[in-house]
């Protein structure tokens, strides 16, 4: 079965920092990458989605992804952080030719940014 | 578009008591799911249909969880009866067809059973 693992569970970082946050699969074959984003006391919202193409995706907000298929990795990055940014950030995989339409999600990153 | 909605918002209820859960998915979307939020368990997938079929409810965690996709614009997660364990946030999320598409997550039930 799919997996994914977000090896951070919480971040803290000043405003202005640099983010990079970690997200590994386990499946080989043909995926669907996700990076969820979820504010406090708010549903899921999508930041980017890789499907195929350039292996590095702009997301809403100054977010980008990098999908690295050798590493099974889909880091997510932005070069400056807002308090804004402070929630919990979800990667999610659709291993798309065994599981039709179904999201496996790591167990989240809490990010805290410092005013 | 109004989104995925989902009702209630809040639930209070006592352990024991029958609770359901609503849905209305994004129209012209075929697929809904229906997740738990805890901080112990993080998000966890309870059920997904596809046009309103259950393809996988391997994540119902009992028999005291039910759900139901009657029509392509209305399903029910339903706890009968509840404990206090089940108290979560229950998100419904849809997606359409194709390939491309993402999920798209409601507003969450925020369940308290005492």
């Known amino acids: 079965a799919q997996s994914v693992s977000q090896h951070n569970h919480h971040v803290i970082l000043s405003e202005a920092a640099s983010l990079e946050l970690g997200c590994n699969y386990s499946?080989?074959?043909?995926?669907?990458l996700f990076w969820y984003v979820q504010y406090p006391g708010q549903h899921l919202q999508l930041l980017l989605k890789y499907f195929s193409g350039d292996p590095l995706v702009k997301g809403i907000k100054g977010f980008e992804a990098e999908f690295i298929k050798s590493k099974f990795s889909f880091n997510l990055r932005k070069p400056s952080v807002q308090w804004s940014d402070t929630a919990e950030y979800f990667c999610a995989v659709n291993d798309y030719n065994n599981a039709g339409n179904m999201l496996t999600f790591g167990g989240g990153t809490r990010l805290m940014v410092k005013p | 578009d109004a989104g995925v909605i989902q009702s209630p918002r809040h639930e209070v209820t006592e352990m024991g008591q029958e609770v359901t859960l609503r849905c209305k998915p994004i129209s012209g979307h075929n697929s809904l799911f229906w997740y738990r939020q805890t901080m112990m368990r993080g998000l966890e997938l309870l059920i997904y249909f596809n046009n309103n079929v259950p393809i996988d409810d391997s994540g119902m965690p009992e028999d005291r969880f039910s759900a139901k996709m009657p029509n392509a614009s209305f399903s029910t997660l339903k706890i009968q009866p509840s404990e206090p364990r089940d108290s979560a946030v229950y998100f419904c999320?849809?997606?359409?067809?194709?390939?491309?598409?993402?999920?798209?997550f409601g507003p969450g039930t925020r369940l308290t059973v005492l």
């Open positions: 499946y080989g074959g043909t995926v669907n």
């Open positions: 999320a849809s997606k359409g067809g194709g390939g491309q598409n993402e999920q798209f």
